[in-house]
T-cell receptor, first 110, second 112 residues
Framework: GQQVMQIPQYQHVQEGEDFTTYCNSS?????IQWYKQRPGGHPVFLIQ?????EVKKQKRLTFQFGEAKKNSSLHITATQTTDVGTYFC??????????FGSGTRLSIRP | DAGITQSPRHKVTETGTPVTLRCHQT?????MYWYRQDPGHGLRLIHY???????DKGEVSDGYSVSRSKTEDFLLTLESATSSQTSVYFC???????????FGDGTRLSIL
């Protein structure tokens, strides 16, 4: 079945450094979604990408969808302590079933 | 946050006992989902529903059953709980099959 691979599993950065997490699929995706989960919290939807090569920005966060629609990335510029959490990508494998990547846990040294 | 309530929020029970978790929504969304979250595995889909009395299996459905008798409620039942089912369980809702999902606060279930 369809799998969504996400790397790295963990990332520990100094506050102010950049952070990137990558999501890869062996099959073409119709869309991809990104979620953030704070420690002890629940996943919260961030954004959805649909078009080939699409780039969207939310303040310091930049989301990209690959040209072949098989990969995606989330880049955070100049991390802050509020960025701590686990970031998940997710893609629909069929009409209603969503597959989540295993997540990238971001921790930050103040 | 979307109107999703999970109950109970925490539960400790013994192996072999039945357990039912409830998800209640006030958004009138068609789709409802149950996930479990374990370290190193991210979120794994257990079952989902695409309408009243319409449900389907996810990737880790063994040992779980669900029911949806009305739009607002989606129940997850562990008929005979095992220690491997110790996990955090999240309910989610969405308005369409490929739309963003909104999650409840989760239920932390411990089976001893």
């Amino acid at each position: 079945g369809q799998q969504v691979m996400q790397i790295p599993q963990y990332q520990h950065v100094q506050e102010g450094e950049d952070f990137t997490t990558y999501c890869n699929s062996s099959t073409t995706l119709s869309n991809i979604q990104w979620y953030k989960q704070r420690p002890g919290g629940h996943p919260v939807f961030l954004i959805q990408l649909v078009k080939s090569g699409e780039v969207k920005k939310q303040k310091r966060l930049t989301f990209q969808f690959g040209e072949a629609k098989k990969n995606s990335s989330l880049h955070i510029t100049a991390t802050q302590t509020t960025d701590v959490g686990t970031y998940f990508c997710a893609a629909y494998s069929s009409a209603s079933k969503i597959i989540f990547g295993s997540g990238t846990r971001l921790s930050i040294r103040p | 946050d979307a109107g999703i309530t999970q109950s109970p929020r925490h539960k400790v029970t013994e192996t072999g006992t039945p357990v039912t978790l409830r998800c209640h929504q006030t958004e009138n969304h068609r789709y409802m989902y149950w996930y479990r979250q374990d370290p190193g595995h991210g979120l794994r889909l257990i079952h989902y529903s695409y309408g009243v009395k319409d449900t389907d299996k996810g990737e880790v459905s063994d040992g779980y059953s669900v029911s949806r008798s009305k739009t607002e409620d989606f129940l997850l039942t562990l008929e005979s709980a095992t220690s491997s089912q110790t996990s955090v369980y999240f309910c989610a809702i969405s308005g369409g099959g490929d739309q963003p999902q909104h999650f409840g606060d989760g239920t932390r279930l411990s089976i001893l």
